[in-house]
C-alpha cells in the first residue's frame, strides 16, 4: 500500500505485486490486505494504525528521515522498518549549498526584481548579498549528510565549526572542522546549517535563545526538519532583522498555511522539501525502497534496516 507512487517505482516493484492506493479510512480494504507500507511523502503510521493491518510485515520508506514512523510500536509488533541511507547525502548537501548562497545573495528576490518594471537599468547599490566565501560555516549535525556540506564548503574556502551530540576527531582531522558547544557555534557562524535528524532532542533546538545569540548578519539553512526550528521565533527573529535571513526546505507544519505571515516575508527563501530531490537520488531511493521491501516479503535481511 502506498500512496501517489510514481510509475518508475510501480515498475520495479513488478508485476508480482500488487499495488493498492493508500487508504486509512476507517473502512479501509487496503489496510486489511497489505502486507507493506511504502511511505512515499510522509504519511503517520503509528501503532494503532499498524494495527488495523494484521499482515504488514514492513513499513518501507522512501528516503532516511523515519520521524513520522513510530520505529518502537513497529519493532514491538514485529514489523520491520526500511529507509534509504547514504544515496541522498551529496543531493541534500547540493541543496544545502543552494539554499545558502540564494539567500546569501538574493538570487530569489533578485529573480523577481530582474522580471518585474522595477528593473529599468543596472544599479551597482542593488540588492547587495553577503560573501560566502570565506565566511564561517556552522553546521549542526556532522552526520552523513553534514559532511557533505562541510567537503562542499571547503570549496569556498569557508572555516567550518560543527555541534553534534558527539564530538568527532576523525571527522575534524578529514574535513578540517572545529568542535563547539551550540551557543558558540551560534555566536561565531555566518551561516548555520541544519542537518541533524528530528529526535526529541532535536525538537525546537532553534529559537529565541538560540536566534538572540547569533550574529544580526546570520543566515539560518535548514534541510533537515522543520520542527527543528521554533517558527514563532523565527517570524519574530525575521521580522526583527535579530538575523538576516533564513532558508528553509521544511517547515512546521508542512506545507505552512497559505497566509502563514513567514511567507510574507522578504528575507525568507523557502523551497517544498526538495533536498534529495534530483533525478539520480530519487531513482536510487526507489530501488532501496524496493529493495528493503522485497527482502521483508522473502524473510530475507532488509539492506537498510532501521528497526
Ligand atoms: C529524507 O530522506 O528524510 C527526506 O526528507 C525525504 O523524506
Avoid at 519493532?75 to 529507509?83: E, F, L, Q, S
Avoid at 540564494?102 to 540588492?127: C, E, M, W
Avoid at 510574507?264 to 517544498?272: A, W
Avoid at 530531490?277 to 526507489?286: D, L, P
Wanted: aromatic fraction near 4%.
Amino acid at each position: 500500500m502506498g500512496d501517489g507512487l510514481p510509475p518508475m517505482l510501480v515498475e520495479m516493484l513488478g508485476s508480482g505485486i500488487e499495488v493498492l492506493a493508500w487508504d486509512d479510512s476507517p473502512q479501509s480494504e487496503a489496510l486489511n490486505r497489505a502486507v507493506a507500507f511504502i511511505t512515499y511523502g510522509h504519511p503517520r503510521v503509528d501503532g494503532p494504525l499498524m494495527d488495523r493491518a494484521p499482515h504488514l510485515k514492513i513499513v518501507s520508506n522512501h528516503g532516511v528521515g523515519v520521524d513520522h514512523i513510530d520505529c518502537d510500536a513497529a519493532r514491538d509488533r514485529g514489523i520491520a522498518v526500511g529507509n534509504t541511507p547514504g544515496c541522498l547525502d551529496a543531493s541534500t548537501a547540493d541543496m544545502t549549498l543552494a539554499l545558502m548562497l540564494a539567500a546569501a545573495r538574493n538570487v530569489v528576490i533578485g529573480d523577481k526584481f530582474a522580471r518585474s518594471a522595477q528593473f529599468t537599468h543596472y544599479d551597482p547599490s542593488t540588492l547587495i548579498g553577503f560573501e560566502v566565501t570565506g565566511s564561517t560555516l556552522g553546521i549542526v549535525g556532522l552526520g552523513r549528510i553534514g559532511r557533505e556540506v562541510a567537503r562542499r564548503a571547503r570549496a569556498f574556502d569557508m572555516r567550518i565549526v560543527y555541534h553534534n551530540r558527539r564530538r568527532d576527531e576523525a571527522a575534524e582531522r578529514e574535513l578540517g572542522v572545529t568542535y563547539r558547544s551550540l551557543p558558540e557555534l551560534l555566536a561565531e557562524s555566518d551561516f548555520v546549517t541544519l542537518n541533524c535528524p528530528l529526535t526529541p532532542e532535536t525538537t525546537n533546538l532553534i529559537g529565541a535563545k538560540e536566534f538572540a545569540l547569533m550574529k544580526p548578519t546570520g543566515i539560518l539553512i535548514n534541510v533537515a526538519r522543520g520542527p527543528v526550528v521554533n517558527h514563532d521565533a523565527l517570524l519574530a527573529a525575521l521580522k526583527s532583522r535579530r538575523i538576516a535571513a533564513a532558508a528553509l526546505d521544511v517547515t512546521a507544519p508542512e506545507p505552512l498555511p497559505r497566509d502563514h505571515p513567514l511567507l510574507e516575508l522578504d528575507n525568507l527563501v523557502i523551497t517544498p522539501h526538495l533536498g534529495s530531490a534530483s533525478n539520480r537520488t530519487r531513482r536510487r531511493m526507489m530501488e532501496m525502497t524496493v529493495e528493503n521491501l522485497r527482502a521483508a516479503l522473502n524473510d530475507a535481511p532488509l539492506p537498510w534496516r532501521v528497526v
